[in-house]
């Protein structure tokens, strides 16, 4: 898990690299040549730009220190997966485009798509209590139903445990009774592999049959996955790839595990190419029935109206798969992670594609992968940045409106594609949806705003934007969805007002406020100037030319009141000196970020520790500034974020524990100017400065602490010790 500081420079769900300013080691191999499978029309359409990706791949993967890959897609007739780096890195066993992995929580795609087989089959039932099926698994505190262990509501199973020993399905299964249940049942997402173990043993006990066995005869046969089976550790198994871990900067093979406790919720192995089709078979409706298909993508709500999944339900969780939209479409999503291991799944179905991944080094960023790879296969962006924590505008009172017409188009568009119908055709239940959102973005209330899309507010944002798309569709026809896919809500709702105005008839009730209307036209024009071609073609990296790019940029954007936020790609850059040159354009560009102000701050303190940074800074960007100014600006945009007393105290306490004393000290030496009465900073600073043997420097620290807060037991204990 990240700390506040990390998601400083890289943002949330980014690398799980450490921040700062220390160089990346070179990994040390001699890449072999990758390897490819290739199905595809006699004229390869995409050989260019899997050109591209392979270069790109490589330096990521060198970038982050990873053994090996293998990814691939399919798209519509067109088959591609590819090997990179080292299946085996000591023997020097090229990965493939075979190459077995462990799949980790992929495998709970399978056991959903199984349990909802068996309620077709009428083996089972979605609301019956597990110990329906499961009559060894005691009794909880209230009772949990299979839809809920499959949607994570069950109340948060744990102790299926992880080790180097073999167990079988019972024995997890008798773990897991050692722990009660944390909440009640459907009331609160929480996610689990035990929740899933017991699924998985309770299709054994149903069936007859080993879960692994089930799985072969009634999924992975039929769709021809011969490469994947459940994994085993005494069992040969061809090409199965080693594990390994980065620590210390150093690649180091894994500790022995046995994954036999995750068997239900990711105990599989296979292969990329069986990852694919295993994502077709899935998309043709050939493992299950349409209405099991509609309700493996149908979102559950818990019993307090809020949709089940990842963050507040932005990326719901349906039977073993996570759904979100991406760019107004509907994706579908599992990934899988264990030590050693690191999967992903994505399916489009409205684009008939499917991208697999697999690594097996825990740590990769697999986004990157993904992301590079869907830009180059469908020509459009993977994010469009004017996204809430990633849009940029001038005025950010506009906020709520700003994840007001994210919402409404993501959520809105994607039920249509999903549904082929508006949420809702009510006059009446439309008119109130229309005017919850006129009132909350009038009101400025981020909290309405926030549940305008949830049950517990009727869904109204999904009932909006669902029939603003089937408007669109009316009038424009299916292809025009190609361009908000490309451009966004702004293309969204200014395409719907300008069809309102259009029709002198069009219902007051399905409309925008005169204000809404006439400021998204305006943030049309800025947008279509500022997201252009050259702009959605942007691909950030440490080999940019920062002075070209920014150049480009600033001309863009001039006078803009919305344009694109690069935010995230400038700060994830780490090799010096580009570092410093991407951190000054993230400034520069959105000087009223406070991520982008505290990071320039943190980057101007740490410049200055060492006359090596200082020349390489000054080549680099110029002067040093104080950084004062930066954190403060920081501070009143945010108070509770990057340049709070909390979030600079822990970067420092990090930094301090991994040896980076200088680069803490720098920290905390501002970090006391900044928040004078903060006795935690300043006890902070007391021991940093032990740490470096300057005991007089220590006890001034400790009694400003003191001071600031009489009660602090550490400095008072530390002044008694270094009090003669």
Known sequence: MQTPWQDLRYGARKSLKNPGFALVVALTLLWPSATAISQSPATDKYADKLRLFEEFARRQ???????????????????????????DLENKVPATANSAYRLASITKTFTGVAILQLVEKGKMKLDEEIQTYLPYYPKQKCPVTVRQLLTHVGGGQEGSGLGPEYVTPRQVVERIAKYPIQTEPGTKFIYTTSGYNLLGAAIEEVTGQSFGDYLRENIWRPLGMSDTRMNSERELIVNRVRGYIV???????????????????????????????????????????????????????????????????????????LQFPL??????????????????????PSKNLVIAFASNQQEVNRMAYLRRLYELITDEPFAIPFQPRLVYAKDRTAEPLREALRTTFNYGAMHYERAGRPFAADARELAAAF?????????????????????????????????????????????????????????????YVELCRAEEKWPREQR????????????????????NGEARRVAITAETDFDALG??????????????????????????????????????????????????????????????????????????????EYFKKSLALNPDGLASARTLHQAARDWASQKRVDDALALLKVAVELHPKSAQLYDALGDVYQQKGQ?????????????????????????KKLTP
Request: charge should be neutral.
């Open 327 to 348: 760019n107004g479409q509907c994706a579908l999503w599992n990934d899988g992670g264990q030590i050693g291991t690191n999967t992903a799944l994505l399916r489009i």
């Open 551 to 628: 150049e480009k940029l600033k001309r863009a954007f001039a006078n803009a009141e919305v344009y694109p936020n690069f935010i995230d790609a400038l700060l994830s850059v780490q090799e010096r000196p580009q570092s410093f040159k991407a951190s000054k354009l993230a400034v520069d560009l959105y000087p009223q970020h406070p991520r982008t102000t505290a990071v320039w701050g943190a980057t101007l303190a740490l410049a200055d520790t060492s006359e090596e940074r200082r020349e390489m800074f000054k080549k680099a960007v110029g002067a040093i500034e104080s950084p004062l």
């Open 435 to 495: 005017a919850y959102f006129n009132q909350s973005v009038a009101a400025g209330s981020m909290q309405a705003v926030n549940d305008g899309r949830q049950p517990v507010a009727q869904n109204v944002f999904i009932k909006v934007g669902s029939w603003m798309a089937a408007k669109l569709r009316e009038k424009h026809g299916a292809e025009r969805a190609g361009r908000y896919h490309a451009m966004g809500e702004i293309a969204f709702f200014a395409d």
């Open 247 to 321: 620590e210390n900067g150093q690649v180091k093979n894994i500790p022995f595990i046995d994954v036999s406790s995750r068997f239900g919720g990711g105990g599989a192995i296979g292969t990329v190419p069986d990852l694919l089709k295993w994502g077709r078979g899935v998309d043709a409706g050939k493992m299950l029935a349409k209405e099991s298909v509609e309700l493996m993508y149908t979102p559950v709500a818990t019993t307090g109206g809020r949709w089940i999944g990842i963050s507040d339900g932005e990326w719901y969780y349906t039977p073993g798969w």
């Open 695 to 719: 005991k007089e420097l220590a006890r001034q620290a400790y009694e400003k602490a003191v001071e600031a807060d009489p009660n602090f037991e550490h400095s008072k204990e530390m002044l």
């Open 61 to 87: 993967m060198e970038k982050d220190k990873t053994p090996g890959i293998t990814i691939g897609f399919y798209k519509d007739d067109y088959t591609w997966v590819k090997g990179f780096g080292y299946a």
């Open 512 to 531: 925008f406020s005169e204000a809404v209307e006439k400021l998204l036209l305006k943030w049309d024009e800025d947008w279509s100037r500022a997201w």
